[in-house]
């Protein structure tokens, strides 16, 4: 190949593949067809069924954000938030989660925001505003909070109030409440 090839503008199908391997990446943990398949008509997308592989995809790809099905496995959504939510184990701090949930109550969305993810979307949903929302979220991030425990958005009530009772953050029971489906 001469230096000439080498420096040569990219055109037509060269520049769209170039294109195409720059554009953000989406996680998608437990989306099933065929919504998972109209979200990668809009984004290039990686697919996990569980939260190994989940984690595996984020070692090793620059994930813009993380869709997640929180009324599907009872299983997958909390482990994977729970890894990723570990300062000690997260390979991708700070990366925004978006919950879909097709029980519109408020209980449904507390679990889900208790859990750790940035933002709950109740279904349906049209695949292109889903994906416009995540990128929105990774290029404009909510504030996060980094302690012993936990990493990612952060949730704190305004200073100098009390809170007591079962409206408390207790970071310890969220993973059980959440499986219990309390």
């Known amino acids: ?19 195409d391997e720059a554009a953000p990446q989406l996680l998608l943990l437990r989306i099933a067809s065929p919504f998972a398949d109209e979200i990668a008509s809009e984004a290039r997308v990686r697919q996990a069924q569980d939260c190994a592989a989940a984690l595996a995809i984020l070692t090793r790809t620059p994930i813009a954000a993380a869709v997640v099905d929180f009324d599907g496995d ?13 300062p000690h184990q997260t390979p991708s701090s700070g990366l925004p989660v ?12 507390r ?3 208790r859990a750790g993810i940035d933002h709950v979307m109740l ?25 012993v425990h936990y990493v990612g958005p952060d949730r704190r009530r305004i200073a100098g109030l009390s809170y007591s009772g079962p409206d408390r953050r207790e970071p ?3 993973l059980g409440r959440w499986r219990s489906g309390d």
């Open 1 to 19: 190949m001469t230096a000439a090839q080498t420096t040569a503008p990219l055109t037509g199908r060269d520049s769209a593949a170039k294109a």
């Open 74 to 86: 009872r299983e997958a959504a909390p482990a994977f938030l729970a890894a990723i939510r570990d």
């Open 98 to 109: 978006l919950g879909l949930l097709r029980q519109h109550s408020a209980e449904a969305v």
């Open 111 to 113: 679990r889900a925001v």
């Open 123 to 147: 279904t349906p949903i049209s695949a292109a505003t889903l994906v416009h929302l995540a990128l929105q979220l990774r290029s404009r991030p909510a504030k996060q909070i980094r302690t």
């Open 172 to 174: 310890a029971a969220i």
